[in-house]
């Protein structure tokens, strides 16, 4: 055996198991001298490749809805989503239904008026405000999603 392509294939070994760390995705790594011509069976086993898109997925959707809170309008009894981004930042997320069903906005369709030019019914801008004085909505900010580093 040519030296040469021991070293060659041992450096393969450590380039793979690097990009698998810098994914956090645990690799079943070939740690054992000599298996590693069987590492790349892993990468095209559609277990596997579905298993890191799930991963993947899930990360996503955990950032997506990380600090999302359900808010209850009292007055018109739609649920919007509401992120507090800051003190004097609150994001809130309204669905078509909540759109469609808040009070305040059918008030503004039935005078003739675009609901979408409204930014949010009054009545809820209260609800939010309750629901941050009673600590129900964390403060959320933009640190980097859990499972980094
Ligand atoms: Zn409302």
């Not at 069987?38 to 990380?66: C, G, I, M, W």
Request: with cysteine; charged share 25%.
């Amino acid at each position: 055996m040519k030296p040469d392509v021991d070293r060659i294939a041992r450096s393969m070994v450590q380039l793979h198991g690097g990009h698998d760390a810098a994914d956090h995705h645990h690799a079943p790594g070939p740690d054992v001298p000599g298996s590693w011509r069987k590492a790349p069976d892993f990468a095209s086993n559609p277990d596997r490749a579905a298993a890191v898109h799930e991963s993947t997925r899930q990360d996503r959707e955990r950032y997506l809805t990380a600090g999302l809170a359900a808010v209850d309008c009292r007055h018109c009894h739609v649920t919007v989503q509401v992120k507090k981004l800051g003190p004097a930042h609150t994001s809130v997320q309204w669905s078509t239904e909540a759109t469609q069903r808040c009070v305040y906005f059918a008030e503004i369709r039935e005078s003739g008026g675009d609901p979408a030019r409204a930014r949010s019914c009054p009545r809820l801008t209260d609800s939010i405000r309750h629901a941050v004085a009673e600590g129900c909505l964390e403060e959320y900010s933009n640190a980097p999603a859990p499972g980094d580093g």
